[in-house]
């Protein structure tokens, strides 16, 4: 409490506790949340489920059993919060009748003192979390799932009462068989605990069982309660009548009043009250002095005289320890005594101890009975006359005379009347105590019942309320939705409907408890009468789609079970939703759809959506196969951007970055190295998405591979030319130098060079003429490349026929011929001559086979072929890719080795 006061004076921001106590005094409100503040709320359903398991074994299900169905079952879960755990034993006891065709009365009478929390659990609503604290296997049975919460089943909310109620200010229930009671207690202190357990024993049935929390315990009072599962804190009640705390308001009478006489009682009652009266007359008068005690020595009851034994201090002082009150004597044995029959579990008599008292002493047999329930019964017999102690400050009193005779003899027959005249006083005191018992328990009982009364008075209003409030729902929503709907009873009769239903079949108000087979409709057949009918047996009926007599309109119809509240079907209800332009506007999408899908098809376009914020990218089917991946593969950003050629990847992230921050829409050109090996050129265009809570680019690729490819040939055709020109200078210098200085005139200069030209010419027509698809032998594409230097150098061909297709003459003639020239510039075809071998053949692994050697006689400068950078280089290892083959160049000791290996079938 004090925690949750200075939390209230920070949040207050007061400084002083008398501050905030004139807070409260003046401020309703601040009262009401200290209250709230002061409350814990803590429940589930089924808290501790094992100890709900024994419960369900130790208690619910034998009194399920022993009950009769004219009886009457009775339930108190005091403090019981937000109602979780009273409708937790309310399901037990309901599953612990399941199938039973009658069952008793049962009442669970649920109250706190927090008027929030009880408006919660009339509710019987909760989240749909606290489902999971339920048995799977008494969901279904007992729970309605609505959405994003629960309801209790009304079969269940209906056996409990929920009330404000204080366990220590406000009368208990009676005549109950079970009282749970649980993480209540451990917030009571102890004088509270004190006043709660004998208010709970009197409240339970003698067979009645108590359930506590995981930490809470019955304490000391061991007298009144019984365990009966100690692990799971269930307790049963134990025979006896103890001190309720419950103020008698006239248990003094006035002296003056005379004693009335017995009132007389018929029956068992009156039995019951003479047999009371007389045990206590016979324990009081007759019966040797008793005392019961616990294991620890505490005194539990005593019976009869004890002053003798025992020495009673004044009640500010009082101990409850019998070994610390026995008198000298006593008090020496009776430690010895009790441990030894607790021991042994026998009686055990300790003889002739003689017990000191202030005028004498006593001498007695104590006896030691043990008792089922642990304590000890003691009892005190007299074996000797009590003797008194000389006492030297006392002078005997001489012999008497007459007088003082007959004055003792008037005493004693006063004496003898005044005996009798209490006696009978305590008789009526007896009585009357009884009958004040019995009115006070009758007067309990009535309050009990009022309690009750007007539980199920609030239960009624709460429920009235929301009947009235389900009425006007149900009411707005007939009036307002364009649903035609017809619910109808078990037999196939009219309930209700909706106006829009009145489009379909002509109903009238008067036309409720028709059947609705008898009502012309629009409906093209009766198949909705089939489905109802299915519906009615417990069946589902599938939704489909059904069209009116005439076609122009057609309905979505679903016939759905209409339920009571303990779930019979009890009718149907068909619910029919106007689709006609829904269909058409599908229809008409669908149609631009593949008008669009078709027209990004033909133009091989990809549909792309980008999310900046998650980095996650969805991707059409066009857009895949441009990337030549799956879906799967897609899902992330990274996965695309390790697909774009690294020479553009930066270009790409850049002009994203850009478009992501607003700057300018995305726009950018890109190749992609497919996972096939092949290489794609794309141009992307993009936009961000305004309005959009989140960051999100939608755009579209499209393929600029054969532009690319064009522009790529013809930047190599050019280059080509500007190539072969410079060749075909450098190779006539090289034919005008060789044939001056073989030459013997001018007109045999012209003649060689004229004719080496010409040869030259004839080599390079026979890559451009040979376009059938016959094809045209390797030897002569040899002979065509080398024919105009066959004076320059020894040259030898070896190899067998080999045709060559169409496709793999010209990248070969070039690839030859770049050769030629080299050799013309740098090798043995120059100007110092040389020894030239080519060789082909075919290789299992690599196909088509052609080796070219030559060893000049005189070094020569390699120029750009040993370096590998000039255009020449360049363009064999591009007529190499278009061979789809393999070029490997080796110099070695003046040795030039070139080796091309590429797959060649033979041409037919």
């Not at 000389?390 to 004693?412: I, K, N, T």
């Not at 028709?514 to 009766?526: G, I, Q, W």
């Not at 094809?775 to 080398?786: E, K, P, Q, S, T």
């Not at 793999?808 to 090798?827: D, F, M, Q, R, V």
Request: with cysteine; charged share 30%; hydrophobic share 40%.
């Amino acid at each position: 409490m004090v925690r949750r006061i200075e939390r209230r004076m920070q949040v207050l921001g007061t400084k002083s506790a008398q501050e905030y106590l004139q807070r409260v005094k003046d401020d309703e409100d601040e009262c009401d949340a200290l209250f709230r503040d002061l409350l814990i709320n803590v429940t589930r359903f089924f808290r501790d489920p094992e100890m709900f398991d024994d419960l369900k074994e130790q208690v619910i299900k034998p009194l399920a059993t022993r009950t009769s169905t004219n009886g009457e079952i009775r339930i108190w879960v005091p403090g019981c919060s937000s109602g979780e755990e009273a409708y937790s034993i309310a399901i037990l006891l309901a599953d612990a009748f399941r199938g039973k065709a009658q069952r008793p009365l049962i009442q669970i009478l649920a109250t706190d003192i927090d008027e929030s929390m009880l408006a919660i659990a009339r509710e019987g609503r909760y989240p749909i979390a606290a489902l999971a604290d339920i048995p799977e296997d008494l969901r279904d049975n007992y729970t309605i799932g609505r959405d994003g919460f629960f309801e209790i089943s009304p079969k269940v909310r209906d056996l409990v009462r929920f009330s404000a109620h204080s366990l220590v200010k406000d009368p208990p229930f009676s005549k109950l068989d079970l009282i749970s009671c649980r993480n209540l207690l451990i917030y009571f202190g102890d004088k509270l605990q004190q006043q709660v357990f004998p208010i709970f024993h009197y409240a339970l049935k003698p067979d009645g069982h108590l359930f506590l929390g995981p930490s809470e315990s019955i304490g000391r009072h061991e007298n009144l309660f019984a365990v009966a599962k100690q692990k799971s804190r269930i307790f049963k009640r134990r025979e006896g009548g103890p001190v309720y705390p419950i103020e008698l308001p006239f248990t003094i009478q006035s002296p003056q009043k005379k004693p009335q006489a017995p009132r007389r009682f018929s029956g068992s009652a009156q039995t019951s009250l003479d047999d009371t009266l007389g045990y206590r007359r016979i324990i009081e008068h007759y019966a040797p002095a008793t005392l019961i005690i616990d294991a620890d020595g505490a005194i539990i009851n005593s019976n009869g005289r004890l002053a003798k034994y025992f020495e009673f201090p004044d009640a500010s002082k009082r101990s409850t320890s019998a070994a610390s009150l026995a008198r000298p004597g006593l008090r020496e044995a009776l430690p010895q005594l009790v441990r030894q029959a607790a021991q042994t579990g026998k009686r055990v008599v300790a003889r002739a101890v003689n017990v000191k008292a202030e005028f004498g002493s006593q001498t007695v047999d104590v006896i030691a009975d043990p008792l089922a329930d642990d304590n000890i019964l003691l009892v005190f017999k007299d074996i000797a006359p009590f003797e008194a102690g000389d006492d030297l400050e006392l002078a005997e009193m001489g012999p008497a005379d007459g007088e003082v005779e007959r004055l003792q003899e008037a005493l004693q027959l006063t004496r003898g009347r005044l005996r009798g005249t209490v006696e009978e006083l305590e008789t009526a005191n007896e009585e009357l105590k009884s009958s004040n018992e019995e009115m006070m328990s009758m007067n309990e009982e009535l309050q009990s019942t009022n309690e009750e009364l007007t539980t199920v008075n609030d239960e009624l209003k709460s429920k009235v309320d929301e009947l009235v409030i389900a009425n006007s729902d149900v009411r707005n929503f007939f009036e307002s939705t364009k649903l035609a709907v017809v619910v109808l009873d078990h037999n196939m009769m009219v309930r209700t409907f909706t106006d829009a239903a009145t489009d379909i079949f002509p109903l009238v108000r008067s036309d409720k408890g028709r059947a609705l087979a008898n009502v012309a409709n629009s409906l093209a057949d009766d198949s909705h009468l089939d489905d109802v009918r299915k519906v009615l047996l417990g069946g589902v009926a599938e939704s489909r789609t059904i069209m009116s007599k005439s076609g122009a309109r057609q309905w979505a119809l679903n016939v759905l079970p209409y339920r009571l509240p303990d779930g019979t079907i009890d009718g149907a209800t068909i619910v029919l939703n106007d689709i006609t332009d829904i269909l058409q506007t599908k229809r008409d999408l669908e149609v631009e759809r593949e008008r669009l899908k078709m027209a990004l098809r033909v133009a091989r376009i990809g549909v792309w959506e980008y999310h900046a914020d998650t980095g996650r990218t969805i991707l059409d089917e066009g857009e895949l196969e441009l990337f030549g991946v799956t879906r799967d593969e897609t899902s992330d950003i990274e996965n695309l951007m390790a697909l774009i050629h690294e020479d553009d990847r930066a270009a790409v992230e850049t002009s994203l970055r850009k478009a992501i921050s607003g700057e300018s829409d995305y726009q950018a050109s890109f190749r992609v190295n497919r996972p096939d090996g092949t290489v794609r050129h794309l141009r992307g265009l993009g936009r961000l998405l305004a309005g959009s809570a989140q960051k999100r680019m939608v755009g579209v690729s499209f393929d600029v591979t054969p532009e690319a490819k064009l522009a790529e040939q013809r930047e190599y055709m050019l280059s080509e030319m500007n190539h072969r020109v410079k060749n075909l200078f450098a190779v006539i210098s090289g034919f005008v130098v060789g044939a001056a200085r073989k030459a013997k005139s001018p007109s045999q200069l012209a003649t060689d060079i004229s004719e080496r030209i010409a040869a030259l010419g004839r080599a390079h027509s026979l890559t451009q003429s040979h376009t059938e698809m016959s094809g045209i032998g390797l030897a002569d594409v040899i002979n065509g490349a080398i024919e105009p230097y066959e004076d320059q150098a020894d040259i030898s061909l070896t190899g067998p026929d080999v045709t060559l297709h169409v496709d793999k003459l010209t990248p070969l003639a070039l690839i030859l011929h770049e050769w030629a020239t080299n050799s013309a510039k740098y090798g043995a075809f120059g100007a110092s001559g040389g020894d030239v071998e080519i060789s082909w053949g075919h290789s299992p692994s690599d196909g088509l086979v052609l080796t070219w050697r030559e060893k000049p006689r005189l070094p020569q400068d390699d120029g750009d072929i040993e370096a590998g950078t000039g255009f020449g280089s360049r363009l064999i290892k591009f007529s190499t890719m278009q061979l789809d083959g393999s070029v490997d160049i080796q110099k070695e000791d003046g040795l030039w080795t070139g080796r091309l290996a590429f797959p060649n079938e033979q041409a037919g």
